[in-house]
């Protein structure tokens, strides 16, 4: 296809609110380097990491919630540290973690027989020779999905099979593939756990993929989405305002933290595992270390991701063993308004950017 010079977008200007979110026609389309595809974005979603990113919540000094931390970050737009790695971030930045697409061009080194094919690109792309543990996201330390155009290196778009709409596979990237590490983190089979957080991206998610391996899956959602929980895979549900069962879980998959974690921990069974990829209740808990050690517990945090991670939610798709899980779709010029409802938190499963 004959490529234009420039192409639609939608930019972050800096830390703070909507405001900072722009609309633009004149941005230069990328050129692929070696070893790099451009990708026509086809569509893209939301995620919680995309708020997270706008407002500066990873910044230290940001102590509250996810929701609190939009008020707090918007008032301080200059935060240096309000990226996830704790490094400055470079703007104008087009955000965008979630990408499904189709190649267009390829720089040196990579086939022209690339070109066509329908692709994910591995939204957290992780390690190096140098540096094995080393983390590059796409929309974060470099332009992302939120633009007509994007590009990648080569390795980190994967092509795929699938049935599944644009929009559809677009869900999967960034939360499906978080909930995959989580899960094999831990290692979870055919046991109890408890997923939190259980109606958003993550959430929903870590209930399928659980599911698959067999594990028994108390959800913690809010009593109006029980029904909706249950029909992805939930045996049992357990409202966000119910105590935690003492000496229950296998283990723990968690995205909330927040004041109620050291009654979570209490849950788990001697010799339990607990795993983390998020805190939208609050990131400052109090860990009592006698319930650490005297119960034998195991605790992860899980950033890194191996590069299986998306291949095997590809396979899991392409098998027919997982279902998609869209709550609403949005034209990408009304990214402010997908990322309203996302903060309204309504909704089940993910809020998908269509892009054409």
Same mark, same amino acid.
């Given at each position: 296809?004959?490529?234009?010079?420039?192409?639609?977008?939608?930019?972050?200007?800096?830390?703070?609110?909507?405001?900072?979110?722009?609309?633009?026609?004149?941005?230069?389309?990328?050129?692929?380097?070696?070893?790099?595809?451009?990708?026509?974005?086809?569509?893209?979603?939301?995620?919680?990491? *995309?708020?997270?990113?706008?407002?500066?919540?990873?910044?230290?000094?940001?102590?509250?919630?996810?929701?609190?931390?939009?008020?707090?970050?918007?008032?301080?737009?200059?935060?240096? =540290?309000?990226?996830?790695?704790?490094?400055?971030?470079?703007?104008?930045?087009?955000?965008?973690?979630?990408?499904?697409?189709?190649?267009?061009?390829?720089?040196?080194?990579?086939?022209?027989?690339?070109?066509?094919?329908?692709?994910?690109?591995?939204?957290?792309?992780?390690?190096?020779?140098?540096?094995?543990?080393?983390?590059?996201?796409?929309?974060?330390?470099?332009?992302?999905?939120?633009?007509?155009?994007?590009?990648?290196?080569?390795?980190?778009?994967?092509?795929?099979?699938?049935?599944?709409? =644009?929009?559809?596979?677009?869900?999967?990237?960034?939360?499906?593939?978080?909930?995959?590490?989580?899960?094999?983190?831990?290692?979870?089979?055919?046991?109890?756990?408890?997923?939190?957080?259980?109606?958003?991206?993550?959430?929903?998610?870590?209930?399928?993929?659980?599911?698959?391996?067999?594990?028994?899956?108390?959800?913690?959602?809010?009593?109006?989405?029980?029904?909706?929980?249950?029909?992805?895979?939930?045996?049992?549900?357990?409202?966000?305002?119910?105590?935690?069962?003492? *000496?229950?879980? *296998?283990?723990?998959?968690?995205?909330?933290?927040?004041?109620?974690?050291?009654?979570?921990?209490?849950?788990?069974?001697?010799?339990?595992?607990?795993?983390?990829?998020?805190?939208?209740?609050?990131?400052?808990?109090?860990?009592?270390?006698?319930?650490?050690?005297?119960?034998?517990?195991?605790?992860?945090?899980?950033?890194?991701?191996?590069?299986?991670?998306?291949? *095997?939610?590809?396979?899991?798709?392409?098998?027919?063993?997982?279902?998609?899980?869209?709550?609403?779709?949005?034209?990408?010029?009304?990214?402010?308004?997908?990322?309203?409802?996302?903060?309204?938190?309504?909704?089940?499963?993910?809020?998908?950017?269509?892009?054409?």
């Amino acid at each position: 296809m004959s490529l234009p010079e420039t192409m639609f977008g939608v930019v972050l200007n800096g830390h703070g609110g909507m405001e900072q979110l722009e609309w633009r026609e004149d941005l230069v389309v990328p050129q692929p380097n070696e070893n790099e595809v451009l990708i026509q974005v086809l569509a893209s979603s939301v995620n919680n990491t *995309d708020i997270n990113t706008r407002v500066g919540w990873y910044s230290k000094s940001v102590r509250g919630s996810t929701a609190s931390g939009v008020d707090t970050a918007s008032a301080s737009a200059d935060l240096a =540290d309000g990226g996830w790695s704790g490094n400055p971030l470079a703007f104008p930045l087009i955000q965008g973690a979630d990408c499904c697409g189709t190649i267009v061009a390829v720089g040196a080194n990579v086939p022209e027989s690339r070109i066509g094919e329908r692709v994910l690109v591995r939204a957290l792309q992780c390690g190096t020779a140098d540096d094995p543990f080393s983390i590059w996201t796409f929309g974060s330390e470099c332009n992302g999905a939120f633009a007509q155009f994007a590009k990648t290196s080569a390795v980190h778009a994967l092509p795929v099979q699938s049935n599944w709409s =644009d929009a559809e596979l677009a869900s999967l990237p960034c939360a499906y593939s978080t909930a995959e590490a989580m899960l094999q983190k831990i290692s979870l089979k055919d046991e109890h756990v408890l997923i939190t957080g259980a109606s958003g991206g993550v959430g929903s998610a870590a209930i399928q993929l659980a599911k698959r391996r067999g594990a028994y899956i108390t959800a913690m959602t809010n009593a109006d989405k029980a029904e909706a929980i249950r029909a992805i895979g939930a045996n049992q549900i357990l409202d966000r305002n119910d105590a935690f069962p003492p *000496d229950t879980f *296998d283990a723990i998959v968690d995205v909330v933290a927040g004041p109620r974690w050291p009654d979570m921990l209490v849950a788990l069974r001697r010799g339990g595992r607990y795993v983390t990829a998020g805190a939208i209740a609050g990131p400052i808990v109090e860990l009592d270390v006698r319930t650490l050690y005297l119960h034998d517990l195991t605790l992860y945090g899980s950033t890194f991701q191996a590069n299986n991670i998306l291949q *095997d939610i590809i396979r899991y798709v392409e098998r027919g063993e997982l279902e998609p899980l869209i709550a609403q779709e949005f034209k990408l010029k009304e990214l402010r308004q997908a990322q309203e409802t996302f903060l309204e938190k309504k909704f089940i499963g993910k809020i998908v950017i269509r892009h054409t």
